[in-house]
């Protein structure tokens, strides 16, 4: 499977724009990127997913370099309800289901 | 609207005694996933079922098992749970598999302890 790489923590200024980067640089050509986020004592929340193509929806955007080495999860304009640990996953297929391998996270503090 | 649903939210068993969580799930989805989330650590996967097949991972421990009834029905048994058992128990579901199809809806858990 591969692995990502993301900082343990990172702190914004609600309002602000939150930018959470991402390696996956073992990613092979048919993994998708997918982003969930998991607020204290919640089950995970999926965000937004991706495979080549920049993606945006109601949420976040995700940028994908284009050699897909890396990506980026955008919260355009952070409040404080988005405080929660954000997790990037490269999910294979693996014939009956993609499997998540969570890592560690990114834990975002918005402040005021 | 609760999609996912997890009951009871916070379980209390003894050492030994056999144990069931379950998950219900009104999206008629095909895959259902059991994850176990220990204290500031991240979900693990323990194993899922495609429709009627059972899939385990392979470092799951036999003292977890699964059973899948139906469609909108999936629950976890813990024969004998010790006191590293005790955790954050996540169901989830996904309406198939690939791309947009794998994305995975959560229940709110159910915390398990273990005295």
Redesign the interface.
Known sequence: DAKTTQPPSMDCAEGRAANLPCNHSTISGNE?V?W?R?IH??????II?G?KNNETNEMASLIITEDRKSSTLILPHATLRDTAVY?CIV?P?????????????TRLQVTL | DAM?IQNPRYQVTQFGKPVTLSCSQTLNHN?M?WYQQKSSQ????LF?Y?DK?F?NEADTPDNFQSRRPNTSFCFLDIRSPGLGDAAMY?C?T?RD????K????????TRLSVL
């Open positions: 998708y997918y969930y998991q004592s919640q089950g995970p929340q999926y997913h495979l997790y999910s297929y693996t014939g009956t289901a993609s499997k998540l391998t969570f890592g560690t996270g | 996912v895959v996933y991240a979900p693990k996967l899922h495609y097949d899939n996540l989830a996904s598999v690939g791309g947009a794998n994305i995975q809806y959560f229940g709110a858990g």
